[in-house]
T-cell receptor, first 114, second 114 residues
Framework: AQTVTQSQPEMSVQEAETVTLSCTYD???????LFWYKQPPSRQMILVIR??????QNATENRFSVNFQKAAKSFSLKISDSQLGDTAMYFC???????????FGKGTTLSVSS | DAGVTQSPTHLIKTRGQQVTLRCSPK?????VSWYQQALGQGPQFIFQ???????QRGNFPDRFSGHQFPNYSSELNVNALLLGDSALYLC?????????????FGPGTRLTVL
């Protein structure tokens, strides 16, 4: 069975700084999808970024980028120029194939302060 | 374009009772997945509905059941409620089209079992 591990329960960063959230996963699949979701205190889960395993290029969405290391089964999220609105719980998630269930990690609580 | 909606926002029940939660998918989506999120944890997959059939199921007992209607909206039913069923219940919608893997989440229903 696939598993997702987020080893950092909590992280803190100052505004404008860069922070990296870690995620590792375990799978025997060769093609799959990886996601980072953000859940602010208001609790709406929002997609931050996604990566298809067959693509070698790391995904980027504005200030958010990933470092996808397929051989190491690592999928870290880098947030540049952190903003107060980035304060949230961040979940790494794995999907074996399109249209199937998401498997989530336990999350990392990120606090951005001024 | 309306996103995923869920009702009610909050619900309080007592042990042994039954509850029904509702979800309307994002416009254009035909697949609905349900997740249970305990406090401070990542969401756990309950089941997924597509074309009014349960297509995939997670490791949840038969007390958890669901339904999908012709307009793609969905219900989650939980019978014989236990204290441990207290959680945030999230609905996510997606398109059944090939390569459409991203799931979009609703705001959730907070269920408290006393």
């Amino acid at each position: 069975a696939q598993t997702v591990t987020q080893s950092q329960p909590e992280m803190s960063v100052q505004e404008a700084e860069t922070v990296t959230l870690s995620c590792t996963y375990d799978t025997s699949e060769s093609n799959y999808y990886l996601f980072w979701y953000k859940q602010p205190p208001s609790r709406q889960m929002i997609l931050v970024i996604r990566q298809e395993a067959y693509k070698q290029q790391n995904a980027t969405e504005n200030r958010f980028s990933v470092n996808f290391q397929k051989a190491a089964k690592s999928f870290s999220l880098k947030i540049s120029d952190s903003q107060l609105g980035d304060t949230a719980m961040y979940f790494c998630a794995f999907m074996k194939q399109a249209g199937t269930a998401l498997i989530f990690g336990k999350g990392t609580t990120l606090s951005v302060s001024s | 374009d309306a996103g995923v909606t869920q009702s009610p926002t909050h619900l309080i029940k007592t042990r042994g009772q039954q509850v029904t939660l509702r979800c309307s998918p994002k416009s254009g989506h035909d697949t609905v997945s349900w997740y249970q999120q305990a406090l401070g944890q990542g969401p756990q997959f309950i089941f997924q509905y597509y074309e009014e059939e349960e297509r995939q199921r997670g490791n949840f007992p038969d007390r958890f059941s669901g339904h999908q209607f012709p307009n793609y909206s969905s219900e989650l039913n939980v019978n014989a409620l236990l204290l441990g069923d207290s959680a945030l219940y999230l609905c996510a919608s997606s398109s059944g089209l090939a390569d459409e893997e991203t799931q979009y989440f609703g705001p959730g229903t907070r269920l408290t079992v006393l």
